[in-house]
């Protein structure tokens, strides 16, 4: 008789590490140790954000150069993955001033903001983002704060006309945290609307004041994901030529207007391009957060005993929803950080250098899938299943995941939020959408639905999601169409179909998802094995509608998935499983501060 492995193989651990080195990764433990993942108590909030901002520093100063980390993709995913782990408000700050605000400095500044760029690096002064405007929704398509050229001066004017464009949300509020921040604004020049650019603006200094024209408005406490919110307007903020992270583009000695880039649209979609090393960063941090959920599941699972009547004193192991939440939520992060790996693998033509890069120009909700549509779409799957899995983390773990440890909460605060930030999740589902239908750039896989005789084999699983996705696409395609052939609008066409244009792109994420989990399982460390079909089977019972559906699964599907999850989840030792994901000190079970276990 063989007996399970109790304990984690090399390939497991070297699957859930990554490819980093070993001695990268011990730098940027120490960068972020596990010590920040303790809050001393009776802090107050703004307290507790100046030691947020206190401990950026100190680990934007142990960890590797920002140019380096912002170069090189899996280093920088490696020390936000354990912001997120020890502190989701960390995390956020972390990434907006790597990725948000230096990023453009570096990637579109040409070398011309040296002092700004140097307060930066030296986190002098932490970077913030002023791009989503308060009032209107999809502000991000044409933002009405204006950067007006002066000639005379070669100098520019910055305004957010009214409340509605003022800059919402930014973490500005905290009065003695100084700020440099990237901002977005329309390009105009003697009334003409020159596109979208990115502008280094200082809005706050180090003794609290800030600079004349900025008006910054705290929004009240929350605690999703604390840090200082705030609204920022600008009155008539003046900035020099400099300020501008032109990327090419010039106003030459007359005043006259060059841009390499072309056209507004095409602008606008080049100034987004920092895009993706936000979305990577939220894939591996949700991928990360979520490998802390499922261990913290299975800290406090292990050794639980019921009272339940029917078999008092069994353990809550052994009883199947909670054996199946267990192996679910550890399926879920093995499956999120696959792609967390395949994502961090991956450049995009949006990072390549020059404006000769420029990518399709807008899409219909958002700009975000112009800049990389595959890539945008994984950021939206991740964040939707980290958010469930954290969930179901947090609901599986009683009372002490909710009263004992503020960690999931914190992390559902951070999955929850980034399903809005880094780009909604609804706009870029329904740019793919329209992307699908209009066969830009797409072509559909193979309407064949497999067999479902052997739902463990890996083939079977994107073939499934492929069919349906193939069904939906046409589908929507013709309906569309025949709106449009009929006289509707695109408006009234599109919006009559955006529940199945919904279903259409998230069944396109689930096999490319689907077909990362296939790869895991064909290449992947064995003793992940059954982790790959539990996330299979959980899929098929999620999508169990949409599959019943479009007709490529028939009556009796949940009947079958459910047996199958079930006896997977009896035969599987989950220890060596949880104990690969290498939880950091203070996340054992969360009642065991009273129970001392
Ligand atoms: C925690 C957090 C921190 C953030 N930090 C920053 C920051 O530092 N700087 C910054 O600039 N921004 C920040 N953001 C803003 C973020 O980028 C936006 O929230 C996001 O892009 C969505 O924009 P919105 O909030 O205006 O929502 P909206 O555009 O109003 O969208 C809300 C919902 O309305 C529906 N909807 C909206 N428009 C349409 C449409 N045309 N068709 C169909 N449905 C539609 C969708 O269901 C969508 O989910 C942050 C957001 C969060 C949640």
């Known amino acids: 008789m063989t007996h399970p492995p109790t304990s984690p193989s090399p390939e497991l651990l070297r699957f859930v590490r990554g490819d980093l080195p070993a ?56 020390l936000l993955e354990r912001a997120a782990v020890a502190d989701p408000a960390l995390f956020h700050v972390m990434l907006l001033h790597y990725t948000l605000a230096l990023g453009p400095i570096l990637r579109f500044g040409g070398g011309q903001q040296g002092a700004a760029r140097a307060r930066l690096e030296a986190f002098e002064d932490v970077g913030t983002l002023l791009m989503t405007e308060a009032g209107r929704s999809n502000s991000h398509l044409a933002p009405r704060t204006t950067a007006v050229f002066d000639a005379a001066a070669r100098a520019f004017v910055l305004s957010t006309p009214d409340a509605r464009a003022a800059k919402f949300p930014t973490n500005t509020a905290h009065p003695g945290v100084a700020k440099t921040a990237a901002v977005y604004a329309t390009l105009v020049e003697g009334g003409r609307e020159r596109g979208v650019f990115v502008f280094v603006v200082p809005v706050r200094a180090a003794d609290g004041s800030v600079p004349d024209g900025v008006r910054i408005v705290a ?80 800290a406090h699972t292990s050794g639980r005993v019921t009272l339940g009547r029917l078999a008092p004193s069994a353990p809550l192991a052994g009883y199947r929803n909670q054996g199946e939440a267990v192996l679910g939520s550890l399926a879920s992060a093995y499956t999120l950080t696959a792609v967390a790996a395949h994502v961090k693998a991956r450049r995009t033509s949006a990072e390549a250098p020059g404006p000769a890069a420029v990518a399709a120009a807008g899409g219909a909700w958002a700009p975000w899938s112009a800049v990389d549509r595959d890539l945008a779409l ?96 046409a589908k929507l395609a013709a309906r569309v169409e ?116």
């Open 378 to 473: 994984l950021k939206a799957a991740v964040t939707a299943a980290a958010q469930e899995t954290v969930t179901r983390c947090r609901l599986h773990s009683g009372a002490p995941g909710f009263a004992a440890t503020d960690r999931l909460n914190a992390y559902r605060g951070l999955t929850h939020a980034y399903m809005s930030a880094g780009g909604d999740n609804d706009l870029i589902l329904f740019d793919t959408a329209r992307a699908m239908a209009a066969r830009d750039r797409y072509v559909p896989p193979p309407d064949v639905p497999p067999s479902l005789e052997d739902l463990a084999d890996p083939q079977v699983w994107p073939a499934l999601a492929g069919a349906v996705e193939a069904r939906l696409a």
């Open 219 to 298: 929004a009240p406490e929350t605690g999703g994901l604390p840090v200082d919110y705030a609204a920022v307007r600008l009155e008539g903020v003046r900035v020099p030529y400099e300020a501008w992270l032109r990327d090419g583009a010039s106003f030459d000695d007359e005043g006259a207007f060059h841009d390499p880039v072309g056209d507004p649209a095409a602008r606008l979609t080049r100034s987004m391009a920092i895009g993706p090393a936000v979305w990577r960063a939220v894939v591996a941090a949700s991928a990360a957060v979520t490998r802390a959920s499922a261990s913290l599941l299975a």
């Open 23 to 78: 001695k990268d990764r011990a730098r940027l433990a120490e960068a972020v140790p596990d010590a920040f993942g303790q809050v001393p108590a009776g802090l107050n909030a703004r307290d507790r954000q100046a030691l947020t901002y206190e401990r950026l520093r100190a680990a934007g100063r142990a960890a590797p150069p920002a140019a380096e980390l912002l170069d090189d993709p899996a280093l920088l995913c490696g």
């Open 482 to 597: 025949g709106a449009q052939a009929g006289g509707a609008s695109a408006f009234a066409a599109w919006n009559a179909e955006l529940a199945p244009a919904r279903a259409a792109a998230t069944a396109l994420a689930d096999r490319t998802v689907l077909e990362i989990v296939a790869a895991a399982a064909a290449d992947g460390p064995a003793q992940a094995a059954p982790l790959w079909r539990m996330a299979a089977l959980d899929w098929m019972a999620r999508r169990a509608g949409v599959l019943l559906n479009e007709g490529v699964a028939g009556p009796g599907l949940l009947d079958r998935v459910w047996a199958a999850r079930r006896d997977l989840a009896g035969e599987v030792a989950v220890e060596p499983l949880a104990a690969a994901l290498e939880p950091p000190s203070g996340l054992g079970a969360p009642a065991a501060f009273v129970t001392g276990e």
